[in-house]
């Protein structure tokens, strides 16, 4: 087939952003005790503070974006309750200007050759031309025996369709278990729907016909969701580069947005790491499962979470590879079967350029949050092997790490997924099968 989708393609732009970031610093600070986090975490309508990370641990630091407007009475506050402060990035409209992609103009495709679909990797594509492409890729020719499969979770918001590309290889076991994958949740977090992409790519075309591929195709179906959240993933795009939420006009404090990541049904609650706030960035939402894109999972994996054994959701950044539980310091008690996988993970990531993640259980390794989409997926949902993984960096560049580096970011990701699937399956299964 000759795909020229590539002609139909436009760029996010970063020239549409109007929202700019002169003078806004990332901090980094160390709080002193666990009720200076609280304080800290209560300033941020006030002082429209911008969490980049929260702690791991107890002692460990935040890192948190303020406008100048707002620096010096946050520095006082700081000062009060002796917390170490250090300036992280000096100037956030600096990082935008030197590394965003500007108008890069879309690479017309060759015609693309039976092990590829001859998409760019490299470069951060808007939500329409996501779509295109995962239409395209349903519609494509696939080598060994690989079909995509295009499925609709449903609608956002603002009433953009959510899509997934169901893989399968024919002629491998029937009734194969399967894996979900999800990406873009966080809108800012542009790397992940990327990483999502470079992952199907892999999948669907297998370019060095490489065994480990083949077998985790003969072992698994698996299901890519991109972006999930497009409203948000579209307004960082055009307006506001570190959108978090989605774009729910809530009717309460004319604030927009809930973070989707806070948002889901099992162990719901505002006040582990969410907020009751609709103007915070960490807006639980008003019910637990409130939004039309936390149910489009919600009721794919109520439908069909018994055929899945593993639920990742991508994220950025912070380079982390973390299980259950995020609601509570307690732990699965499988815990070990799912470290020892993403130990796997972990291993084959740094085998290709030495990055290290760190695996552990969402809140001893982060803090605590209830309402995500990982609790969801193994207590709502009963998927065994659930995770969120942190993509790169480690704050360099934050959420927007430059697009020269999605292909490694996304390619030792995939290298760990691989790995992953590996020891997860032959764990539950053995090596030589079901
Ligand atoms: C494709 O499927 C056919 C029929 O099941 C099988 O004979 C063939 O070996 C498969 N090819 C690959 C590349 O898996
Ligand atoms: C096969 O692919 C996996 C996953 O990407 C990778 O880790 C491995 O190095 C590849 N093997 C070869 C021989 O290229
Ligand atoms: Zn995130």
């Not at 800290?40 to 929260?54: A, G, R, S």
């Not at 370019?207 to 409203?231: E, G, K, M, Q």
């Not at 009751?276 to 939402?285: A, R, V």
């Not at 790995?419 to 764990?427: C, K, L, N, V």
């Amino acid at each position: 087939m000759f795909v020229h989708i590539g002609i139909l393609f436009v760029l996010l732009q970063s020239s549409y952003c109007v929202e700019r970031y002169d003078g806004h610093k990332v901090l980094e600070i160390l709080h002193k005790a666990e009720s200076d986090f609280i304080k800290i975490l209560e300033m941020e309508l006030k002082y429209k503070l911008d969490f980049w990370k929260l702690p791991k641990h107890v002692d460990d630091s935040m890192k948190v974006r303020v406008s100048p407007e707002h620096l010096e009475d946050f520095l006082h506050e700081l000062e009060a309750i002796n917390a170490d402060v250090s300036t992280m990035i000096e100037n956030v409209q600096d990082i935008m200007d030197e590394h965003q992609v500007q108008s890069e103009v879309p690479v017309l495709h060759r015609r693309a050759s039976s092990y590829s679909s001859g998409w760019s990797l490299n470069v951060y594509y808007s939500y329409s031309s996501i779509l295109n492409y995962l239409t395209a890729i349903a519609a494509a020719t696939l080598p060994n025996n690989m079909t995509a499969t295009l499925e609709t979770l449903g609608t956002s918001y603002e009433g953009r369709v959510v899509r997934m590309i169901k893989l399968s290889k024919a002629g491998s076991a029937a009734n194969k278990r399967k894996i979900f994958i999800d990406g873009g949740i966080h809108a800012r977090e542009w790397v992940s729907p990327a990483t999502v992409i470079y992952m199907i790519e892999m999948l669907a075309y297998n370019p060095n016909n490489n065994a480990s591929i083949n077998t985790l195709l003969n072992r698994y179906d698996v299901y890519l969701a991109p972006l999930i959240n497009p409203d948000g993933y579209q307004y960082s795009g055009s307006s506001y580069r570190l959108w978090r939420k989605n774009r729910r006009n809530n009717p309460q404090g004319n604030c927009y947005g809930v973070d989707l990541n806070r948002n889901f049904p099992f162990q719901w609650d505002p006040i582990i790491g969410g907020s009751n706030s609709p103007c915070s960035d960490l807006f639980s939402g008003a019910t637990p499962g409130s939004e039309p894109e936390t149910a489009n999972i919600v009721n794919y994996l109520m439908a069909n979470g018994d055929l899945f054994d593993a639920y990742l959701t991508i994220h950025s950044y912070g380079q982390m590879w973390l299980y259950p539980w995020g609601y509570t310091s307690a732990l699965p008690s499988d815990h070990s079967d799912l470290h020892n996988a993403a130990l796997s993970g972990k291993n084959a990531i740094a085998a290709y350029q030495g990055m290290s993640y760190l695996v552990g259980s969402s809140t001893n390794e982060l803090y605590a949050a209830a309402g995500g989409s990982d609790d969801f997926a193994k207590g709502g949902a009963g998927i065994k092997y659930s995770y969120t993984i942190e993509l790169r960096d480690q704050g360099d560049y934050g959420f927007q790490l430059p697009a020269t580096l999605i292909i490694p970011t996304a390619k030792e990701f995939f290298d760990g997924f691989v790995a992953f699937a590996d020891t997860m399956y032959t764990h539950l299964y053995g090596s030589s099968g079901k």
